[in-house]
């Protein structure tokens, strides 16, 4: 079973269609792609690769922070959000973790690697996968972190700030670390209502994690950070695995992204009205949606072979059978752009009549 979307490789080889001819919906990428100052600055970051990278990504946190308003010494950068997750548990070396299911499954994972328990907070179908007053009586004294993601992955559902912040209050209280997961909040209109960066100063156990991955679309130069207001962690995420973690060309590509402001804004209103389109045709063709603020959409449906289907046509979704709280009914797609939506209404059409 798959544990990610964006495996185009095994797609290919299981349809035997050609890997970058597959349209990939499994992967929630900008569709407005790379930009050309993006691609340039990788560009002149693989002339400078002779040498190795600065091993403090000086420049790259010198424009993080201005573009955040933090300290460069409060933030990490990591070769992608998922390597700063292992970090922050290989460091942490909780004893019991805590994670919403469904959510994305890294976390869980490097609890697991960490060999901390986990438990589970369920996000109810019933209540559009929102996070409840509920999940504060599970943060217990034995629990060491907390992780929350907004919005989360797979449902695109957010949480509000007051939510969060009674989240934060309670980790607090039960000396547990909160990691705010915004790897996709640079997606939803009006982010700055949902981001908890500008409670870093507030709370020292708050760890906010973002990805250049998803925004900048560059998943294939590897590229996140995190916030962290406590300098010892700062310093444990640094010395919790290699040095040079990230590279000459993604430290010089996500400081030429962060100058991308227009190019963001264009996303937002772009991805929200491809959004909008998915939601309606899905809906028209009785296929239950969950609201979603981000850039991909959960939705659920009885033709659980809607997968394979949709493969051997070129088209590559996510089942999400694997998530915690979900089964083979559920699948994630992407806000891709307007005439791939459209491609992937007309084949999803197609094959609904044949199965
Ligand atoms: C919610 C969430 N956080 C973090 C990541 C990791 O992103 P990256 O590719 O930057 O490692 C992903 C990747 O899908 C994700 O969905």
Same mark, same amino acid.
């Given at each position: 079973m798959e544990t990610h979307g964006a495996d185009i490789y095994t797609a290919s080889k299981l349809s035997g269609i050609d890997k970058f001819?597959?349209?990939?919906?499994? #992967?929630?990428?900008?569709?407005?792609?790379?930009?050309?100052?993006?691609?340039?600055?990788?560009?002149?970051?693989?002339?400078?690769?002779?040498? +190795?990278?600065?091993?403090?990504?000086?420049?790259?946190?010198?424009?993080?922070?201005?573009?955040? #308003?933090?300290?460069?010494?409060?933030?990490?950068?990591?070769?992608?959000?998922?390597?700063?997750? +292992?970090?922050?548990?290989?460091?942490?070396?909780?004893?019991?973790?805590?994670?919403?299911?469904?959510?994305?499954?890294? +976390?869980?994972?490097?609890?697991?690697?960490?060999? #901390?328990?986990?438990?589970?907070?369920?996000?109810?179908?019933?209540?559009?996968?929102k996070i409840g007053e509920d999940m504060l009586d599970i943060i217990r004294e034995d629990t060491d972190?907390?992780?929350?993601?907004?919005?989360?992955?797979?449902?695109?559902?957010?949480?509000?700030?007051?939510?969060?912040?009674?989240i934060l209050d309670r980790c607090s209280k039960m000396g547990a670390v909160t990691v705010i997961d915004e790897c996709f909040l640079d997606f939803v209109r009006d982010k700055e209502k949902y981001s908890t960066v500008k409670l870093l100063q507030k709370y020292e156990n708050l760890i906010v994690l973002k990805a250049f991955t998803k925004i900048y679309a560059i998943p294939g130069i590897r590229l996140g950070y995190c916030l962290c207001s406590d300098s010892g962690m700062v310093e444990g995420l640094k010395s919790s695995g290699p040095p040079w973690n990230v590279s000459t060309v993604a430290q010089v590509a996500g400081a030429a992204a962060l100058r991308e402001t227009e190019y963001v804004k264009r996303t937002v209103a772009y991805v929200e009205k491809q959004r909008e389109y998915l939601v309606g045709e899905l809906q028209n063709l009785n296929i239950k949606?969950?609201? #979603?603020?981000?850039? +991909?959409?959960?939705?659920?449906?009885?033709?659980?072979?809607?997968?394979?289907?949709?493969?051997?046509?070129?088209?590559?979704?996510?089942?999400?059978?694997?998530?915690?709280?979900?089964s083979r009914e559920y699948f994630r797609i992407a806000v891709k752009t307007e005439g791939e939506n459209r491609l992937f209404i007309e084949t999803l059409k197609e094959v609904t009549e044949i199965i």
């Open positions: 001819s597959i349209i990939d919906f499994s #992967s929630n990428i900008n569709p407005l792609g790379i930009t050309v100052a993006v691609k340039q600055a990788a560009m002149n970051g693989i002339e400078g690769s002779f040498r +190795y990278p600065d091993i403090e990504s000086r420049e790259l946190r010198e424009s993080i922070s201005s573009y955040e #308003s933090v300290p460069t010494g409060w933030i990490f950068t990591s070769n992608g959000a998922a390597e700063a997750i +292992y970090r922050i548990v290989m460091h942490l070396k909780p004893k019991k973790g805590l994670v919403t299911a469904p959510a994305f499954g890294e +976390y869980e994972s490097a609890l697991k690697a960490s060999g #901390s328990a986990i438990s589970r907070y369920t996000l109810r179908e019933e209540h559009n996968f972190i907390v992780f929350v993601c907004n919005p989360n992955n797979p449902t695109g559902q957010l949480t509000r700030m007051d939510m969060v912040e009674k949606t969950y609201e #979603s603020h981000a850039n +991909y959409i959960l939705f659920r449906t009885k033709e659980i072979n809607l997968k394979d289907e949709m493969l051997k046509r070129g088209i590559l979704i996510r089942s999400c059978a694997n998530y915690e709280g979900l």
